[in-house]
């Protein structure tokens, strides 16, 4: 019986990593759906680099446009994600970036996730609720999605290889991120 634990323990870890996903899925399309509807995207501010939790979209994408009937939950209410400044205990985050040479056209969704399986990014080394996991990273050539992600005890924690493998050091520095 104990040596099914670990395993439970680690299915539970993938379902709620999918859920993370499946959320940051669709907030893209509730975001996606407003702005077709009203010709701007559904943030509190255009500026590049400007960033809130998921909560701030309630208004205008349940009460104002009807697109979503509930906002998506973070699965692990004490999970806490962390990235360029900015915390969100069991909530989702996103940025304001530029796209296609505009300003403002642009987001970045994150959700902190538990499994290297279900990541597409590592931040920066020893990330344990700090900055060093930088929006800057994601607007420069640094933010090449993981095709792998591999724990290693190295001091290069957060090392990218050319062939698409992130290295990592401990779990805090697992992301699932989305832009559009």
Not at 8 to 28: F, K, N, S, V
Not at 59 to 70: C, G, H
Not at 80 to 102: A, D, E, I, R
Not at 156 to 171: E, H, I, V
Request: overall charge negative.
């Amino acid at each position: 019986m104990s040596a099914l634990l670990p395993k439970l323990q680690g299915a539970q870890d993938i379902a709620r990593d999918t859920a993370r996903q499946l959320a940051i899925r669709d907030l893209q399309a509730g975001m996606a759906g407003y702005y077709s509807l009203n010709g701007r995207r559904p943030v509190n501010g255009e500026q590049v680099g400007a960033s809130w939790d998921t909560n701030d979209l309630r208004e205008k994408l349940i009460v104002e446009s009807n697109l979503m009937s509930s906002l998506p939950q973070e699965p692990n209410q004490e999970n806490v994600n962390s990235f360029n400044n900015l915390t969100g205990n069991g909530q989702y985050l996103y940025f304001v970036l530029p796209k296609h040479g505009t300003q403002g056209a642009g987001l970045l969704l994150v959700a902190k996730t538990e499994t290297p399986g279900k990541s597409n990014y590592v931040c920066g080394t020893e990330v344990a609720n700090n900055p060093s996991c930088n929006i800057t990273d994601v607007t420069t050539w640094n933010a090449v999605p993981c095709r792998t992600i591999v724990l290693t005890g190295e001091w290069w924690q957060a090392l990218y290889t050319w062939d698409g493998t992130c290295y990592y050091k401990n779990s805090d520095q697992l992301r699932y991120i989305s832009t559009y």
